[in-house]
């Protein structure tokens, strides 16, 4: 029904930058939200950035100044650019994304990627 792909993670080294990207397909009807979210290993999942269609964005205290997130509302699309990497910022990367589907009237519902992994060496 509705798909989120991420891309983008991979081995970095500390201090550098990486790019991540997410792109929602599927029956959409309209996207509240587009977060990302990471795990990092034996930790819970936590929020990173989320980016609204009204344009506000917000950040983890952790990431910002570091982070930003940016979306393409055309393309269904929510991008993460990270710099100035930490070995602390080694974690699996979900997107997360509210939205509604077509034909759901406004009911909202959350769909999630399947994660790509950054690990950041020091």
């Known amino acids: 029904q509705v798909q989120l792909v991420e891309s983008g993670g991979g081995l970095v080294q500390a201090g550098g930058p990486q790019r991540l990207s997410c792109a929602a397909s599927g029956k959409i009807f309209f996207i509240n939200v587009m977060e990302w979210y990471r795990q990092p290993p034996g930790k819970q999942r936590e929020r990173v950035a989320a980016?609204?269609?009204?344009?506000?964005?917000t950040y983890a205290d952790v990431v910002k100044g570091r982070f930003t997130i940016s979306r393409d509302n055309a393309e269904n699309s929510v991008y993460l650019q990270m710099n100035s990497l930490k070995p602390e910022d080694t974690a699996v990367y979900f997107c997360h994304a509210q939205l509604i589907v077509l034909g759901e009237g406004s009911h909202s519902r959350d769909f999630w990627g399947s994660g790509t992994q950054v690990t950041v060496s020091s």
């Open positions: 980016a609204f269609t009204d344009g506000r964005t």
